[in-house]
């Protein structure tokens, strides 16, 4: 499968999956509000949610597909599916007593994670609750990343692309059956997250049983290829997660702030994660296992050849997706949210965190391919002194700016500190020799954000000529005009594009048709 395509494919099926969220998100924005009871379940599933994306897919992925990559490339698919089952020995002996102990520890790692709800026992208490039902989601889709990393390293990209849309189907089913069968929507809502985990796992072992491969249980052993594959994840976790090391102290800080601010934050990032999922995970997914291939061989072109494309369509799709949320965040906020227990002054709080969030996002999308460089070469050691310093920057300038910012300081903190980390990869990249870009990333990369900005202009115009129909009562109204907004936005950053020579269709077409090379 080509790069392009892989993208893609990975690209597609995270969008399916964001619309879901979506449609989960405008429900729950409804049901729960921003207030106490939103805060407690946004706080319960951020616990999991920050263990997931550390270790289950940030440092397992970013170490065991290279390490699985490079077996099949060496010795062989049977070597590498033992080396799989070494693997999930392993992590079922670490997953389950640490998911029974997190589980008993909870009013204590709940002191940690938003220390703030302290002063409101009956939010607190309520966050315990929900976080016990969420937290074994954990080692569900630690399985689920492990049996995803086999089917990547064999360039079999869309079963765990889809495998996330299984999650949001079944929160959207706990939100709409609730309330008629008796049952209060945040439990609920949080015994589906655990669901969720169960439904995936078994997709993912159908998908890898199509593909010819069933793990076996063994007992954990720490064979060399093991005890290799722990040295990398201890660093790979901070070096790969780094974003969600800073929204987790995002959540740590706005804990002290009035009730909503954690909400605020939440429905923020929702948007702001959508260019991350589609674009940032997209290519850092596609790139990992196309990279370790490349390194395995020693092929220095095309390490070259690949981490420039990655940059090149990481900035064709990220500046404009900044500049998008930065400009049209508002009227996004308002359309897709702004119902029930969600009004006007949470639109306006939201979508200011949105445009915080959005101005670090082309540095996001970048450092996912920045990274995936090292982690090709089996060096997570770089990216973790790289995140050690975001994240102490992060922390830091996001309490200096809560005085005068409160919440929407907590996100532009995030987003500032995003563009030191793509400096910090990108310098240390360039001392080895590693970063030496071809020509057509550097003559497109300008033309980009000029293309960007026209648009940003643009989208402000038609934000003000339509805002009559983005705030009128029927919701397919609001809707038709949002699409609209975005559409031509689309549209217009294409033209734009296409006549700067910032990119060729038929060169995106080419590259879908291309053979894997």
């Not at 490339?73 to 670490?94: K, Q």
Request: hydrophobic residues 60%.
């Amino acid at each position: 499968m080509s790069f392009a395509r892989a993208v893609a494919t990975v690209g597609g099926l995270t969008m399916v999956s964001r619309v879901a969220g979506f449609a989960r998100d405008v429900l729950t924005a409804a049901v729960l509000g921003a207030g106490p009871v939103a805060d407690a379940f946004f706080v319960a599933l951020k616990l999991p949610n920050l263990f997931r994306r550390l270790f289950a897919e940030g440092a397992f992925s970013v170490a065991f597909v290279p390490l699985f990559a490079r077996t099949v490339t060496m010795e062989g698919r049977p070597a590498a599916v033992r080396f799989a089952e070494e693997a999930l020995a392993v992590l079922l002996a670490v997953l389950v007593p640490f998911t029974l102990a997190a589980v008993a520890a909870m009013p204590w790692l709940m002191h940690a994670l938003a220390p703030g709800f302290a002063d409101e026992p009956a939010k607190f208490d309520m966050a315990v609750s929900l976080a016990r039902l969420t937290f074994p989601y954990l080692m569900l889709v630690a399985l689920v990343a492990l049996l995803g990393g086999v089917l990547n390293a064999l360039d079999r990209f869309g079963p765990f692309a889809a495998a996330p849309i299984a999650f949001n189907l079944t929160l959207i089913a706990a939100l709409v059956t609730a309330r008629p069968l008796g049952l209060d929507p945040g439990p609920a809502m949080a015994a589906a997250v655990t669901l969720s985990g169960v439904v995936q796992l078994v997709w993912m072992a159908w998908a890898c049983r199509g593909e010819g491969i069933v793990l076996r249980l063994r007992a954990p052993t720490l064979t060399p290829g093991v005890r290799r594959l722990l040295r990398l994840i201890g660093p790979g976790a901070l070096g790969a997660g780094v974003v969600q090391v800073n929204l987790f102290i995002n959540v740590v800080i706005a804990s002290f702030l009035p009730s909503g601010a954690v909400s605020f934050l939440y429905y923020a990032d929702r948007l702001n994660q959508l260019p991350l999922g589609v674009i940032g995970i997209a290519i850092g997914t596609a790139l990992l296992p196309l990279l370790a291939r490349h390194a395995a061989a020693n092929d220095q072109e095309g390490l070259r050849a690949g981490l420039s494309r990655a940059l090149e369509y990481g900035l064709l799709l990220g500046l404009p997706a900044a500049v998008a949320l930065g400009v049209a965040g508002r009227p996004m906020v308002a359309v897709l949210f702004e119902r029930g227990a969600f009004g006007p002054a949470e639109t306006a709080a939201t979508a200011a965190a949105l445009a915080a969030y959005a101005v670090g996002i082309p540095a996001f999308v970048i450092v996912k391919a920045l990274s995936a460089a090292f982690f090709a070469r089996q060096d997570t050691a770089t990216p973790v002194r790289a995140a050690i310093v975001v994240t102490l920057a992060n922390t830091a300038l996001g309490i200096a700016l809560l005085p005068w910012l409160g919440h929407v300081g907590v996100a532009l903190a995030t987003g500032l500190t995003g563009w030191l980390n793509m400096a910090l990869l990108a310098a240390a990249l360039h001392r080895r020799g590693h970063l030496a870009l071809d020509e057509r990333v550097r003559r497109r990369a300008p033309r980009i954000l000029l293309a960007a900005l026209v648009m940003g202009l643009g989208l402000a115009a038609g934000a003000a000529a339509l805002d009559p129909w983005l705030h009128a009562p029927g919701g397919a109204v609001r809707f038709a005009a949002l699409a609209l907004l975005v559409g031509g936005g689309l549209v217009l950053f294409a033209g734009i594009a296409q006549a700067l020579g910032a990119a060729r269709l038929g060169e995106v077409k080419g590259l879908l048709r291309k053979p894997p090379s």
